[in-house]
């Protein structure tokens, strides 16, 4: 080695610490960090969330397959497989693990208690255990907390608006999501003030899903709100199609499926939430600790009208309600 040479590497290294490591500093490693990423629905129904994962890793200078690497473990909508798909992360002995979503953050937390994790929750992450407090977590998790469930109330005043001749609504939950509770205590509270009765169908899978549009139907129900669930936003296509189908006006917890054919949704920008997740996964690679980083709140809340579904289902919107959306589908 030339002695210039030598001499910038020594001075150099004498600026580097473990939680200041440049990118250059980790192209430089001979192995790559390992990122896993866990979710519980088939690898297309995350298409969009890895790509803003991804997005937000660029912005810390880590680009998949130069300086990082990313190990994805779906369970193809098999609940069940969560806690040994975390544990072949852990085995792995990856640099960091992504829960996206509730169940697939929760087999994480179980795994392991000192590989950092990084959530994307529509959960309280302090009311389900997963850290201390909100600005500081404690422990080896850290991440975004979008609290859907919490807008039921929001969603179903919104559809109201919509609809307010309609005055008997179901609500299309996943009794497996931690999140279901909260979210039908929260629309039914708000259906009672308004003089709404509601009913809640649970669905478990595509088959449960349209019985419970047959049924829906068959009683005639005016109105539906779709809870926030990764089977659901992976089987959207599905979902949008049947309401359709069936005539069904619903509202749903984020723009893809707006985009997929829904009328109407309302909620926070989910590839934003991923973008924050990837960003905060690049940070905690260059040496934050998780337990140093304050769980972050969604900062994008979007109305999407699709207007071609609702002429499709025979609904004049009002002006005041477009007017007030973030993007108008036409």
């Known amino acids: 080695m030339r002695r210039r040479d030598f001499v910038k590497l020594i001075g150099g290294a004498a600026t580097w610490s473990a ?12 192995v790559a960090p390992v990122i896993g990423f866990l979710r519980d629905t088939a690898p297309e129904g ?18 998949e397959g130069q300086n990082v690497a990313i190990d994805y473990r779906w ?10 798909l975390a544990a072949e992360l852990v085995r792995r002995r990856v640099s960091l693990i992504v829960g996206s979503a509730i169940g697939a953050t929760l087999a994480a937390k179980a795994a392991t208690s000192t590989i950092p994790i990084v959530f994307a929750v529509a959960n309280d992450a302090v009311a389900f255990g997963l850290v201390a407090s909100m600005a500081r977590p404690g422990g ?26 309609v005055t008997h609504v179901a609500l299309l939950t996943n009794a ?16 009672r ?18 019985l419970a549009f047959a049924e829906l139907s ?43 054919g829904g009328l109407l949704s309302y909620g926070p920008s989910l590839p934003d939430v991923y973008r924050q997740t990837g960003v905060y996964a690049g940070r905690i690679l260059k040496g934050e600790k998780p337990a140093d980083l304050p769980v972050l709140l969604p900062t994008t809340f979007e109305m999407i009208v699709n207007l071609k579904t609702a002429k499709a289902l025979g609904l004049d919107i009002a002006h005041t309600l477009v007017a007030r959306a973030d993007e108008v589908i036409e």
Not at 19 to 30: E, M, Y
Not at 75 to 84: C, Q, V
Not at 176 to 191: L, P, S
């Open 140 to 165: 080896n998790l850290t991440g975004v907390s979008y609290l859907t469930a919490e807008l039921g109330g929001k969603r179903l005043g919104l559809l109201h608006e919509l609809v307010p001749k």
């Open 218 to 260: 068959k009683r005639r129900i005016g109105a539906l709100l779709v809870g926030n669930d990764p089977l659901f936003t992976s089987l959207r296509q599905q979902i949008t199609e049947l309401a359709a189908r069936h005539a069904v006006p619903t509202i749903y917890t984020a723009r893809e499926f707006a985009e997929a």
């Open 46 to 63: 995350g298409k969009q969330f890895t790509e803003a994962f991804r997005q937000g890793l660029r912005e810390m200078g880590f680009i």
């Open 75 to 84: 369970t193809d909508g098999h609940s069940e497989r969560l806690p040994a």
């Open 193 to 210: 003030t308004i003089g709404l009765r509601s009913e809640t169908f649970s669905a478990a899978d595509e088959h449960d899903i349209g």
């Open 176 to 191: 497996n999501n931690a999140n279901t509770r909260i979210f039908v205590q929260d629309v039914e509270a708000a259906a």
């Open 19 to 30: 939680a200041t490591w440049s990118t250059a500093a980790w192209a430089q490693q001979s």
